[in-house]
């Protein structure tokens, strides 16, 4: 059965041009900066090296547009300058979003510049399936005027290595044009201890190691062909100060939600939404489902629009 799963994720990952070629199985994620100019005049920022063994490629962010690619050094262009690459909505974004917030809960950015909606979806870890009914509801949306339906998947590397496939089930939706997937970084483990306080729980543990986490997270997605975006969520939307200054240095932007539906939290125009799709908040996706069909005409005419993440820092 997994051999038939890996099977059907490898023809997925070829097929889709939304994901990259699966990397191999010793690929590392080494965090770097360097900024450059493209061949066709973009300013693009590598954070990260991806070492194969027998080639180098690159991680690169399009400071501008926040679009992710893998390149290989023969297409990084001249070095671009500070006073060029600072000057950058990417570059603003990250210092804007992990600088100090007061509080331990929902830090970096929680409300888009533009006013559209974001639909970010959460995998944790779980033991349970996928909430199927949430990826057939938002997957049939035969009346949204602008298709496919932008999607963030805030996804772990457990929930990856436990569900292969459903994920195989995820990307055939992509591959269909049903949905278009921004894959954002929720960590390795979600670290989570029941019998902690908030303060001291998630990545507040003191024996968490944050930084391999993140990386292999990002190892274990790029080893898919799915391609990391410069966006990360906390798991339990919890840090600090010090986490959030560790995560400028991977060069990540911190994504909040300022409307997470099972908590009973309402989507304005900007909401970044919050829902979890491992199985573990049927409630949020009941809610969710109900606010899809309350704002049918409005997503219909174009009124309301749901907007990749990629679209949410300001310009």
């Given at each position: ?7 059907i994720?490898?023809?997925?990952l ?11 199985a ?8 360097k ?7 973009s300013?693009?920022i590598?954070?990260r ?14 400071a501008?547009s ?10 990084m ?8 690459w600072k000057?950058t909505p ?23 510049a ?37 999607v ?9 290595q ?5 994920l195989?089930s ?15 970084n ?33 190892e274990?997605?790029?080893?898919r ?15 600090d100060?010090a986490?959030?200054a560790r995560?400028e240095r991977l060069?990540?932007?911190p ?23 491992n ?10 489902i109900?606010?899809?069909e ?6 219909e ?15």
């Open positions: 059965m997994r051999k038939k799963a890996s099977l994720i490898f023809a997925i070829i097929a889709c041009a939304c994901v990259a070629a699966p990397f191999e010793r690929a590392a994620s080494t965090p770097v900066f900024p450059f100019h493209g061949r066709d005049g300013l693009l590598a954070i090296s991806i070492d194969e063994g027998k080639e180098t490629k690159y991680l690169a962010i399009d501008r926040f679009k992710v690619s893998v390149i290989g050094k023969k297409e262009g001249k070095a671009a300058l500070e006073s060029e000057a990417y570059a603003r974004a990250l210092k804007k979003y992990n600088k100090p917030y007061p509080g331990s809960q929902n830090a970096g950015l929680t409300r888009g533009r006013d559209g909606l974001y639909l970010t979806v959460d995998l944790c870890p779980s033991t349970k399936k996928m909430d199927a009914q949430l990826f057939k509801a938002i997957s049939e949306l035969d009346y949204l005027k602008e298709k496919p339906l932008p963030a998947i805030a996804v772990s590397g457990m929930w990856i436990r569900h292969e496939d459903e195989a995820i990307l055939e939706l992509e591959r269909k044009g049903a949905i278009s997937i921004t894959w954002v929720h960590t390795m483990t979600h670290p989570y201890d029941v019998d902690k306080p908030i303060e001291e729980n998630f990545l507040l543990m003191p024996e968490v190691d944050f930084e391999k986490e993140i990386l292999d997270n990002e274990t997605m790029l080893k062909g799915l391609i990391p975006s410069p966006f990360f969520r906390f798991p339990g939307l919890v840090s100060t986490l959030l995560l060069s990540l932007i994504i909040g939600a300022d409307a997470w539906l099972a908590k009973g939290e309402v989507p304005q125009k900007g909401s970044i939404i919050l829902v979890h799709g199985g573990n908040e049927p409630f949020g996706v009941k809610k969710l109900e606010f899809l309350t704002k049918k005409k409005e997503l005419t174009g009124e309301l629009r749901f907007l990749p993440l990629r679209d949410a820092p300001k310009r």
